[in-house]
């Protein structure tokens, strides 16, 4: 869970920038934010997952309403990575944007994926 909070953190700033139209660190209040939430959300997935874990009728994670709750939390990441590319796109430089288009996929591959 550690490594996915820092994964997604690291994902939600290049999605607002970071490295790509700017090299400097956002202010200390924005990377706490972003990682706060990001924490917040792995903790309710962890602890939804585990609710019913041994359960007779438990086939999966997403079973019932915990696997609604981890769907709608998971679409709510995305949707804030969408939100900072829609932000950043305007201001990549030309050199970059082939970088930007694959780190596009390849982020919302990460964001909407849940191992």
């Given at each position: 869970m550690g490594s996915q909070t820092i994964m997604v953190t690291l994902l939600l700033l290049m999605a607002f920038?970071?490295?790509?139209?700017?090299?400097?660190?956002?202010?200390?209040?924005t990377i706490l934010m972003i990682s706060i939430m990001t924490l917040v959300m792995h903790v309710l997935i962890a602890?939804?997952?585990?609710?019913?874990?041994?359960?007779?009728?438990?086939?999966?994670?997403?079973?019932?309403?915990?696997?609604?709750?981890?769907?709608?939390?998971?679409?709510?990441?995305?949707?804030?990575?969408?939100?900072?590319?829609?932000l950043s796109r305007k201001d990549v430089k030309r050199s970059r944007e082939r970088f930007f288009k694959l780190f596009t996929v390849a982020g919302s591959f990460y964001a909407v994926s849940y191992t």
């Open positions: 920038g970071w490295t790509i139209n700017y090299y400097t660190l956002p202010e200390r209040d602890g939804l997952t585990s609710l019913d874990k041994n359960e007779h009728h438990k086939y999966h994670d997403y079973s019932g309403v915990q696997g609604l709750i981890l769907l709608i939390l998971r679409l709510i990441l995305f949707g804030v990575f969408v939100f900072g590319l829609t």
